[in-house]
């Protein structure tokens, strides 16, 4: 008997989800799920040496190497953006992505690798402003915070070459600037968008040698992350 309960209830259940109409698309919906292809423009400049032990330095200077500057790679990610309209102006947009990049030198270290397979989580919450045109092409601005939180770094081949078996880079607070425009497909919810935000993040990058922290250095990462893809607003 309870067996037979059991099944009926499952059946009843099923039959309500299948009776209940699935979520329409719409231009004016309160909700916006966007598929794109995301590039990841950072600098990766060095701001700052914060601290060098000496006989790293002295090994620098037995090299010739009297201006330290580094430079992170570009890369291209797939991103999953959702976006809520509190009003038909404004909404709330966060982003779920990872992307990798290695750290190369720059200046006297041009050609040498510094640290590899840094994985950044870049967690995103912006505010955004839409302009209504009166048209199915929507423009937007948009501010908020972004925390890059850091996995999986190593030192690189030159780094480790100079002693280096430990590099830490630090996880980073800043801020984010949006732009963008949205165009709707149609009376269904499907539409297209074109995205670009500049961050504004600066994290630390730690080396070190048998335990020991040998340098420590702090980086303009700032990228420009620019996105385009398809969106659903329900």
Not at 44 to 59: C, Y
Not at 74 to 92: H, I, Q, R
Request: hydrophobic share 45%; proline share 5%.
């Amino acid at each position: 008997m309870r067996k037979v309960t059991v099944l009926a209830a499952a059946l009843a259940t099923g039959a309500a989800a299948l009776a209940t109409p699935a979520l329409a698309g719409s231009p004016d919906g309160k909700v916006q799920v966007k598929l794109l292809a995301t590039g990841v423009l950072p600098d990766g400049g060095i701001d700052a040496v914060r601290s060098i032990d000496p006989a790293l330095a002295g090994t620098l200077a037995g090299m010739g190497v009297t201006d330290v500057d580094a430079k992170a790679n570009d890369n291209v990610v797939p991103t999953v953006a959702v976006e809520y309209f509190v009003t038909k102006a404004f909404s709330v947009e966060t982003i779920c992505c990872f992307t990798q990049h290695h750290v190369n030198g720059a200046a006297d270290l041009a050609g040498t690798r510094l640290v590899d397979h840094v994985l950044i989580l870049p967690a995103t919450i912006t505010a955004k402003f839409h302009l209504d045109t009166g048209g199915p092409l929507k423009p937007y601005l948009g501010a908020g915070p972004a925390l890059f939180v850091v996995f999986d770094e190593k030192p690189g081949s030159t780094a480790r070459a100079l002693g280096v078996d430990r590099v830490k880079m630090s996880n980073s607070l800043g801020v984010a600037l949006q732009g963008g425009i949205d165009l709707a497909l149609g009376t269904k919810g499907y539409g297209l968008s074109l995205d670009a935000k500049k961050y504004f993040i600066e994290p630390t990058a730690t080396f070190y040698a048998d335990g020991a922290k040998v340098l420590k250095t702090r980086h303009d990462l700032n990228p420009w992350v620019v996105s385009a893809g398809l969106s659903y607003r329900f």
